[in-house]
């Protein structure tokens, strides 16, 4: 799907990774699958194949709509909000 089919690419901003793996997992000593990056605040959280869904619940409480993967080798992006992948 095009990025142009997704308005909300305009909002991302030039961000660093707030930790070292997912925020919130690393503050209780849980663990987690795969890490995803808010690409407007910059918050790692852990992905939805995570017991947590920690980028998700970040998602829903801060209504930043677009994580990028932090996976070796992975680049991808996703809009929750249209529900798109992006390029």
């Not at 095009?2 to 793996?21: D, L, R």
């Not at 194949?49 to 992006?77: C, M």
Request: aromatic share 6%; glycine share 6%; hydrophobic share 30%.
């Amino acid at each position: 799907m095009p990025t142009e089919a997704c308005p909300h690419v305009k909002e991302i901003k030039k961000v660093q990774p707030s930790a070292n793996g997912c925020e919130e997992c690393l503050k209780t000593g849980d663990t987690w699958v795969h890490l995803r990056m808010c690409l407007i605040c910059g918050h790692v959280g852990c992905c939805d194949s995570s017991k947590n869904k920690h980028a998700t619940k970040h998602f829903h409480r801060s209504k930043h709509p677009i994580i990028q993967s932090v996976e070796p080798g992975e680049n991808w992006r996703w809009c929750y909000v249209d529900e798109l992948m992006l390029d």
